[in-house]
């Protein structure tokens, strides 16, 4: 009864992790995964080079039966390290736990449903009374038809992973090809933190119906500045015709990501506070990166303009991403994955003008 349990415990787990590795494939071949030089090593596109063949072959290795003890101890080690790293993600608030790639699935729900009950199968239905590299060795039928396939995909696989990435648009591509970032006087800004309301001129104070709007310097036009050219991104967001005028502020984000859980709120009560101000021509509009889930970060009685991204093309973004236009024009964006307090943003705009 304990090797049939343990035959039956040991294909299933194997599946699972032969199944979540081919899972990850897809989700590598479609999605953009950042660099261990831009987010966390674990989370990185070169870890997942390195996850997915590992775990493709240990899921192989456990449904195979050769050397079933070592084959355990391998997979019940696994699930044990599974258990912490999906248990750190429910903590820490992720929407999916990553084993599934675009599958998500919560991770309080894979680490009481998946990772534990495995763990404690496969401790309950252990290889009684064998050795863990017994002989004698396996058959050659099984170095031929299962060790020699198994060990060359774990080779290849990598290079080919690499080889069949699709190209993403990734911010600062077209910037030093087509943008021309616009030469303007930066407006005095009030602390906006104790009066969203108090914006004022160069010229003196503005009224709260007297939008606030850049000016080409003197100094500029003495030297011919060229025109500034509209955004190339914005061709791709559906309410770009609302955004080539005044001074905006797009908001890109994921679904899951906690970041904007935190920050889109806030903005969207700054912009709630401007606009009963009065100020018209400073915007902010929230868009929507796919993949698209509902609900996501923004919400639902927000007064900010909210749009989508393109789904023809494949973007590299990391969530939040945000970038400042005026009438249209690129002046400036911040780190991905990062965003300033809602109350600084207009002196960040103007930052050096």
């Known amino acids: 009864m304990m090797k049939v349990g343990n035959r039956i415990v040991m294909i299933l787990a194997g599946l699972l992790l032969a199944a979540a590795a081919l899972l990850k494939v897809h989700e590598v071949l479609t999605v953009y995964i950042p660099s261990w030089r831009e987010d966390k090593i674990w989370e990185s596109y070169e870890f997942f080079l390195f996850q997915i063949p590992l775990e ?84 050659p039928f099984h170095a031929l038809g299962l060790a020699v396939p198994v060990i060359g995909f774990m080779a290849v696989s990598t290079p080919i992973l690499v080889g069949l990435r699709p190209e993403f648009k990734k911010p600062g591509d077209w910037i030093s090809v087509t943008a021309v970032r616009p030469v303007v006087s930066a407006p005095e800004v009030a602390d906006l933190s104790e009066d969203p309301g108090a914006v004022v001129s160069p010229d003196g104070p503005e009224t709260p119906d007297d939008p606030v709007r850049p000016d080409v310097t003197e100094e500029a036009e003495a030297e011919g500045v060229p025109e500034a050219v509209l955004w190339p991104w914005l061709e791709h967001i559906d309410i770009a015709e609302q955004l080539e005028s005044g001074i905006a502020v797009i908001w890109m984000y994921h679904h899951d990501c906690p970041t904007c859980a935190e920050m889109v709120p806030l903005y969207s009560e700054y912009c709630a506070t401007l606009r009963d101000r009065g100020e018209k021509a400073f915007q902010i509009a929230f868009v929507a990166a796919p993949p698209f889930r509902e ?52 002196d960040e705009i103007f930052e050096g003008h």
């Not at 929407?95 to 401790?123: A, K």
Request: charged share 15%.
């Open 295 to 346: 609900p996501g970060p923004v919400p639902a009685d927000t007064i900010c303009l909210r749009g989508k991204l393109s789904e023809s093309e494949r973007w590299a973004i990391m969530s939040p991403y945000v970038v400042a236009l005026i009438d249209g024009a690129f002046v400036r964006d911040w780190p991905q994955g990062t965003a300033p307090m809602p109350e600084n943003l207009l």
């Open 56 to 139: 493709f072959g240990l899921g192989l290795w456990m449904l195979s039966g050769v050397f079933r003890k070592a084959a355990w101890l391998a997979g019940t080690l696994c699930y044990f390290g599974f258990i912490f790293v999906t248990l750190g993600k429910a903590v820490l608030g992720f929407e999916s736990c990553g084993c599934f790639g675009r599958i998500e699935v919560d991770p309080w729900y894979t680490l009481f449903l998946v990772d534990i009950p495995f763990f404690l199968l496969l401790l309950i239905f252990r290889p009684k009374g064998e050795k863990l590299l017994p002989p004698p060795w396996p058959h």
